[in-house]
């Protein structure tokens, strides 16, 4: 019973035919041999017996019979082996040096051949297994594998026969291969899932070459695989060379016993099975084929990259390892290694399909899917259908299948009843979804809209307009060009958040000191132009309910509101009440004090005049019903606003400032809307009273003449000033707007907004170059020379000539720019100046990047050269040269800045930032303006290139991955989301074309800009773009739904470079004005603010 492997077979071949037609189909088979035929039908009669008794490892009859089976072939085997002659000096030609290795057919030795002189290993067949037929296919096989030449299979030199004991005994001569075994090369240098796939990809083009010469293996397994270092002939290690031995020679040994694979122990017969395929595992040898071979390569690739066989074969019996490999589906990679999930996972899975029709259709297939993996290209291999894996599962469960079906036929009936009523309810859902999606839409629209008014308004510098449609577009603090317009709106440079209610407040003059007076008594002076306040004391006694201050912050009037109606007099130098008076009433609505604090007027149903020098009480100099009392700045004059009874008018007078005596000069003419703000120039000659319709006018008083009507928002004006030299007005409304007029015009010469705030008070300066506003409990300042369209985005000046770069050092607000006057500009964003100019002391600077995750900046410049710097200091810190002498047009940093990108007029450049080495230098012909991204990993570059397409590179090898074509022109700009999903290009056909990079898609072309586009930014939140173009703009895109959202004008040549601040609250961009812009979201960085706190209660 030698033939192990065709009882084996037979037994398989019977299993799968009806029982009553076994016997007769065994009996037929095997002829004459009765000891087989009796093998085979008592493994048959075993399997029929019930279940649990074949699952009794202990007295299971197949098991048994099996055993014996295969302890028949091993002691045989051993039987031979002990018979082995002792070692020969030589065989034919062949000089014998050590046995390598010897098992049941024969024996292996290290030999060295004489002419020529090669050691190689020899194999020669045991003469009892010798018979003339094994014979002449022995040589005819050996003349066919002698034909193969490949580095990756084991190659026969010769093949002879020699006479031992007189039986003819075949041999051959073949390579001797000094290596690893596949499994412990993998092992010992730990090799990594790319050099494995590598590996694998060569034994696939060892196997393809085989196929091609007509032989299929049938028994690779990872014993049979060396690994070798790759040569080639060249003398430089190129790698780990897989080499397949004894390929073949089994086929040709067992071709007439079709055996699956050479047998010794059962041990090695079921360490074998683990790479059968299904086929195989059938016991069909008609049906093997290279996609036979192509499975096993499957089983070897899940086994090294998992460390596991793809089934768990171990301890069971041989039949049911059988049943296994042919129904059961094998373990996926990717639930052993996540990492492996994927296109790897894919790959295997294909190779281990149990229909060959579904594997791959050669090695050759195989190998090639796996480098498109390896270069980052789409595999051609696509996960099985879900309909294919159903059905699988019913063939291999029917009973199971056939109650599934019977459940689905059961839902199905069952749901039918229903079936109307979801349709009724899906319907209304759609309807439902198409409302929400059409409101969605509409807010969406009515906020663009918004800002596009706003934005507009801020062009046409009327900031109470752009505030009002700010308020329409709704509070959405998380989109930038809001927050932008947001900061340009509240123009204001200074500060001061009293946390509590202002009493009274002065502006004294040269140096603009603020005298502020707070609800709880505390007296501080604030200084604007140094963000300072300083708590001088604290006043003592009951604090006023209303108040009048002098002009030089002195002195302070208030009446209390006490039973007694008090009428204090503060001296805000020490906190003390130096003077009082008993006014007769609870709360005096209206009180104005003298400049020079000595006189006090008051009233509210008559005026009275105090003169806090002289000893006499308070005199009466008018007995109707005021509204509103002011002092001229020289304190000569006063001026109210009374109301007669039953009369809607409302009639101006004015007075001698020390006696009150009016002389009946009232002036003319009267108005019927209510006065709400009071105020005189400096000679007492004119007025401004403002009214609650918004309108505010200008009187002349001794002429009786109305100089002037100003009309601003419809607001009522809550709050008017005049300026020492008659040259301004300021007017202030409810709704947060101040007026700033042109006396001599009467046109509007400034306009500014307080968001959210009422107006209560306003004061120009001598000067008439600042003016400040009090609002509840905070004080405003403005500089009245600042070009409004300036605020919110400022502009750099210093370059003297084109800006072609800007970037943020690192995760800093420190700005650094390039330009063709061959300076490094360093700059402060907090302050706007300057804080250093580096002369890079080459040749103009074309671009400049920067790192991230370190304050390390590059400069590139022509001839090649590339310039690193420090970017906290300004310091050099060494050149790159690329070794070519073309101009460096675009820089790129990876992620931790340990690589940089150029881009130059002939290709793309690669630099270790450390050692100064340059990695990679690959050929691509370019332009004088040449665009370069790397995506966050640093794995892949996009540039542009010939044909108005992008080329996407691998970083490391160089390889073009894809092109990406849809521009009709030069691609000028590129940028990378900051998630690395979507790159977008910007082009002289004036359009930004957006790109999926992980499908390699067009996903939408963006239009709006008149000219070409030169420069692309992403912000960090990865929710807007930003594009610059020639025609001078930069244009806000969002990135959801790919509108435009947002224009910034205001440079006056093309735009060639934008980059956000790290935290997103800039956005700089880099112009041919020679000027670098901040378009800023953030109002604390450009405003002196003073927070002065509150005392604890």
């Avoid at 007295?59 to 018979?83: F, I, M, P």
């Avoid at 490949?150 to 031992?164: E, K, L, Q």
């Avoid at 005596?661 to 009273?689: I, K, W």
Wanted: aromatic share 6%; net charge negative; proline share 4%.
């Amino acid at each position: 019973m030698n033939d192990f492997g065709r009882i084996k077979a037979l037994f398989f071949q019977a299993c799968a035919l009806p029982a009553d037609q076994r016997e007769a189909f065994v009996r037929r088979s095997c002829g004459a041999d009765a000891a087989m035929c009796e093998a085979v039908l008592d493994l048959l009669s075993a399997d029929a017996e019930p279940l649990p008794f074949l699952e009794s490892a202990a007295c299971g009859a197949v098991a048994e019979r099996l055993a014996l089976a295969v302890n028949h072939v091993a002691e045989e085997s051993s039987a031979s082996r002990a018979n082995t002659p002792a070692i020969p000096g030589s065989i034919g030609d062949y000089r014998i040096l050590r046995v390598l290795g010897e098992g049941g057919m024969g024996v292996v030795y290290e030999a060295e051949q004489q002419g020529p002189r090669r050691r190689v290993a020899l194999k020669v067949i045991r003469p009892e297994n010798s018979t003339p037929t094994l014979l002449r296919r022995f040589r005819q096989e050996v003349q066919l594998l002698g034909q193969l030449s490949h580095p990756g299979i084991a190659r026969i030199y010769h093949a002879g026969s020699a006479v031992s004991g007189g039986v003819e005994a075949p041999f051959f001569a073949m390579e001797l291969v000094e290596g690893l075994p596949l499994r412990e090369f993998a092992r010992l240098h730990a090799c990594s899932t790319h050099e494995l796939l590598e590996i694998l990809a060569r034994l696939c083009d060892a196997l393809h070459h085989a196929h091609l010469n007509g032989i299929v293996h049938r028994d690779l397994k990872p014993a049979n695989i060396l690994i070798v270092p790759d040569r080639s002939g060249s003398g430089t290690d190129l790698g780990p060379q897989p080499k397949i031995l004894d390929f073949g020679v089994a086929r040709a040994l067992d071709v007439d016993r079709q055996r699956v694979t050479l047998q010794t122990t059962v041990g090695q017969l079921i360490g074998t099975v683990h790479y059968m395929s299904p086929e195989q595992a059938s016991g069909d040898a008609s049906s093997l084929d290279a996609r036979s071979d192509v499975y096993t390569l499957g089983v070897i690739a899940c086994e090294l990259l998992t460390g596991r066989l793809p089934y768990a074969l171990e301890g069971k019996l041989l039949h049911e390892c059988m049943r296994i490999i042919r129904e059961e589906e094998p373990t996926r990679l990717g639930t052993v290694r996540r990492a492996l999930s994927g296109d790897v996972e894919v790959i295997v899975g294909k190779a281990l399909e149990k229909d060959p029709d579904r594997r791959y259709a050669s090695a050759a297939d195989m190998a090639a899917d796996i480098r498109r993996y390896l270069r980052q290209q789409p595999i051609l291999a696509r996960p099985t259908s879900v309909v294919y894996q159903l059905r699988k599962f019913a063939r291999r469960h029917r009973a199971v299948a056939a109650a599934m079906v019977l459940a689905f036929v059961a839902m199905a009936t069952a749901t039918g009843v229903s079936l109307r009523q979801r349709q009724i309810s899906r319907r209304a859902e759609r309807v439902a979804g198409e409302r929400a999606d059409a409101l969605i839409s509409a807010v969406w629209q009515s906020y663009r809209a918004a800002v596009d008014a706003a934005s507009a308004s801020l062009r046409y510098n009327d900031p109470a307009a752009a505030s009002t449609w700010l308020k329409a577009a709704g509070e959405h603090p998380e989109r930038w060009e809001w927050r932008h317009l947001l900061n340009r709106v509240e123009q204001f440079d200074s500060f001061l958040d009293c946390g509590e209610p202002i009493l009274a407040w002065a502006l004294n003059e040269p140096d603009d000191l603020v005298t502020v007076v707070c609800e709880s008594g505390r007296v501080g002076a604030w200084f604007p132009s140094l963000a300072q306040f300083d708590v001088l004391v604290q006043m003592r006694g009951p604090v006023p309910d209303t108040a009048a201050i002098s002009a030089d912050g002195t002195r302070l009037a208030g009446i209390v509101d006490a039973d007694s109606g008090e009428l204090n007099l503060w001296s805000l130098e020490t906190g003390e009440i130096f003077a009082s008076v008993s006014v007769g009433w609870d709360l005096a609505p209206v009180l104005a004090m003298s400049p020079d604090g000595r006189r006090v007027a008051f009233g509210q149903d008559g005026g009275f005049l105090w003169d806090t020098t002289a000893a006499e009480c308070p005199t009466l100099f008018f007995s109707r019903s005021l509204r509103r009392l002011a002092f001229s700045g020289d304190g000569n004059t006063m001026v109210s606003v009374y109301k007669v009874p039953n009369d809607a008018n409302h009639f101006v007078l004015y007075y001698d400032g020390h006696t009150g005596d009016h002389g009946n000069r009232r002036a003319q003419p009267q108005t019927f809307a209510a006065t709400t703000a009071l105020c005189m120039n400096l000679d007492g000659t004119r007025a401004l009273v403002g009214h609650s319709d918004g309108s505010a006018r200008l009187l002349d008083l001794p002429r009786k003449a109305l100089l002037r009507e100003f009309r601003g928002p419809a607001g009522a004006i809550s709050g008017v000033c005049l300026d020492a030299c008659d040259r301004f007005a300021a007017t202030g409304a409810t709704d947060g707007s101040i007026q700033v007029w042109n006396l001599q015009t009467g046109e509007r010469y400034k306009q500014y907004v307080v968001t959210g705030a009422r107006i209560d008070s306003l004061a120009l300066n001598a000067t008439a170059r600042r003016l400040y506003a009090a609002s509840g409990g905070r004080l405003y300042g403005w500089d009245l020379d600042n070009r409004l369209e300036d605020v919110g985005r400022r502009v750099l000046r210093g370059h003297a000539s084109y800006v072609y770069g800007a970037a943020f050092v690192g995760n800093t607000t420190r700005l650094v720019s390039g330009s063709w006057d061959r300076d490094l500009r360093y700059w402060d964003i907090e302050s706007g100046a300057v804080e250093s100019v580096v002369p890079t002391q080459t040749e103009r600077v074309l671009a400049v990047a920067s790192c991230r995750g370190a304050p390390l900046v590059a400069s590139a410049h022509e001839r090649g050269l590339v310039k690193l710097w420090n970017g906290m200091t300004g310091a050099s810190v060494g050149d790159l040269s690329s070794g070519h002498t073309s101009r460096i047009t675009a820089l790129a940093f990876n992620a931790d800045g340990s690589r940089l990108v150029a881009r130059s007029e002939s290709g793309i450049h690669i630099w270790d930032t450390r050692s100064r080495d340059l990695l990679a230098d690959h050929r691509l012909p370019g332009r004088a303006f040449g665009a370069l991204v790397c995506t966050p990993d640093g794995n892949l570059v996009a540039a542009d290139a010939p044909g108005a397409t992008v080329v996407l590179l691998a970083a490391e090898s160089g390889d073009e991955i894809a092109r990406l074509k849809g521009h009709r022109g030069f691609v000028n700009s590129l940028a990378i989301s900051p998630d690395g999903a979507i790159l977008a290009s910007g082009s002289v056909d004036d359009t930004v074309r957006l790109w999926n990079l992980r499908t390699r898609d067009a996903l939408a072309t963006l239009t709006g800009h008149r000219s070409t586009v030169y420069a692309l930014a992403f912000s960090h939140d990865g929710t807007r773009l930003a594009s610059g173009s020639d025609d001078s703009t930069i244009r806000l895109w969002d990135l959801e739904t790919l509108d435009p959202v947002l224009t910034l004008e205001g440079h006056e040549d093309y735009v060639f470079c934008l980059t956000f601040a790290p935290d997103d609250s800039a956005l700089a961009s880099a112009s041919g004005d020679g000027t670098v812009r901040l378009w800023d979201t953030h109002p604390d960085r450009w405003r002196k603010k003073t927070w002065a706190a509150a005392p604890s209660p």
